[in-house]
């Protein structure tokens, strides 16, 4: 017996609606990284690094509200989120193909170079641009330590290389999740082989109890060491969706009454955790409950935000969006901290770095909507077209967006075919 999940016809260009709020997931985190960098860019009461500082010791209402909106405008969390759900996505990729796993593990990797790299040239080539006009103005009295620690290495021609090898990312600092991208895109093709070799529960398990002691013992190299359980819970969301299924044959409210502790724990973990390597674990889980329940019980007040037009349209070009928003805050911060009054800045700090948010993600979402058109689209059409003449992605199936479980019931249709 095999249970099958159904596209749905009214999702976006047919890819049924889980997906589709997976795509607004990602626009909200990258949102959530936007805004947390926007309300640390200037000191606020004189806190010159809010994120490390405690509630207790804020001297004034300013920085407690700049401090409460990092709760949920929580850039590590975000981050966690992306992860987790970046393993989830490419998992279900992994899963529609049908070739033997060395052309397909091949064609994976090549597609995430394509899907991955040309825009992070496009957002070195806008950073080039942009940045060198605004270095001019020097710092200023009233930058945070964070925004002030960004570009202070010299623009060499190794620089540029290292750059453009990701080998570093003094350039564009979001960059650094690129790195642990392309570590996990070896990582989670090789679990997958394995799992697919030796499909039971017990080698998921295995897996899963050997990924978190090499996470919760990782002391240096490759970020990828911590964040490996990240996208390894994220793969394995497909499997563990009958959980939701059965709360919501309970009572169809279960799911959403689970998915608010999910949220805590995402978000709380930044401020709660001792080490690094207790936050990823929290934040993971909290990430890939969540994403659980979004991706298989139909919530109608949750899916009515997520697959709202505004919020979708972000959740497409969402990582054009990660990778330029930075940059472009980076050069309206500067010229702002060089030409307002420093009363301006002094005073009323918080509306400063709020004013500075609305307007470069404004900015920024409308010129990765263009990047996405331009650059991402026809790398994901090219990488499509790479898999089915690798034979990993059979032309009758190159376009299903859905999976194939054994003995796991989708809660989205409750069908089961033989």
């Not at 490759?222 to 919501?248: D, E, K, M, N, R």
């Not at 139909?298 to 054009?320: C, D, E, Q």
Request: aromatic share 12%.
């Amino acid at each position: 017996m095999e249970f099958s999940r159904e596209p749905i016809a009214d999702s976006d260009e047919g890819r049924g609606v889980p997906y589709t709020c997976l795509d607004s997931v990602r626009g909200l985190a990258a949102l959530m990284v936007a805004i947390g960098h926007t309300v640390i860019v200037l000191q606020i009461d004189g806190v010159t690094n809010l994120w490390t500082t405690a509630f207790l010791d804020l001297p004034g209402l300013q920085a407690v509200i700049a401090k409460t909106v990092l709760f949920p405008a929580n850039g590590t969390a975000a981050v966690s989120l992306f992860f987790v759900l970046s393993g989830l996505v490419l998992t279900l990729s992994l899963n529609r193909t049908t070739g033997r796993w060395p052309s397909v593990a091949w064609w994976f990797f090549i597609r995430r170079i394509i899907r991955l790299y040309p825009p992070w040239l496009v957002s070195l080539a806008v950073v080039g641009a942009t940045i060198p006009l605004v270095l001019q103005f020097g710092p200023s009295p009233q930058d945070s330590s964070w925004f002030r620690s960004h570009y202070q290495e010299a623009w060499t021609l190794e620089t540029w290389a290292r750059n453009l090898a990701l080998a570093s990312v003094t350039l564009n600092s979001v960059g650094w999740t690129l790195q642990v991208e392309f570590f996990a895109a070896l990582l989670i093709v090789c679990w997958w082989g394995i799992r697919r070799a030796v499909p039971s529960a017990l080698t998921d398990v295995t897996l899963l109890l050997a990924i978190a002691w090499v996470s919760s013992h990782w002391n240096g190299g490759p970020l990828i060491g911590v964040f490996a359980l990240s996208f390894y819970l994220g793969s394995l969301i497909p499997q563990i969706g009958w959980v939701v299924g059965t709360l919501y044959r309970c009572h169809p409210v279960l799911p959403s009454l689970t998915l608010v502790p999910g949220w805590i724990m995402l978000v709380t973990a930044a401020h709660l955790a001792s080490t690094v390597p207790c936050r990823v674990l929290y934040e993971a889980v909290g990430a890939a409950w969540c994403l659980t329940v979004v991706f298989e019980s139909p919530l109608p007040s949750v899916r009515a935000i997520l697959l709202a037009r505004p919020i979708h349209l972000l959740g497409k070009v969402s990582f054009s969006f990660y990778l330029l928003h930075f940059p472009i805050l980076y050069v309206f911060g500067r010229v702002t901290l060089h030409w307002l009054p420093t009363q301006i800045l002094v005073n009323w700090p918080l509306l400063v770095d709020l004013t500075l948010g609305c307007v470069s993600i404004v900015f920024a979402a409308g010129l990765a909507l263009v990047m996405f058109y331009a650059v991402e689209r026809p790398g994901l059409n090219l990488g499509k077209q790479f898999g089915i003449r690798m034979g990993a992605l059979p032309l009758d199936r190159a376009n299903i967006p859905w999976i194939s479980r054994p003995g796991i019931p989708s809660v989205m249709d409750g069908s089961a075919s033989s």
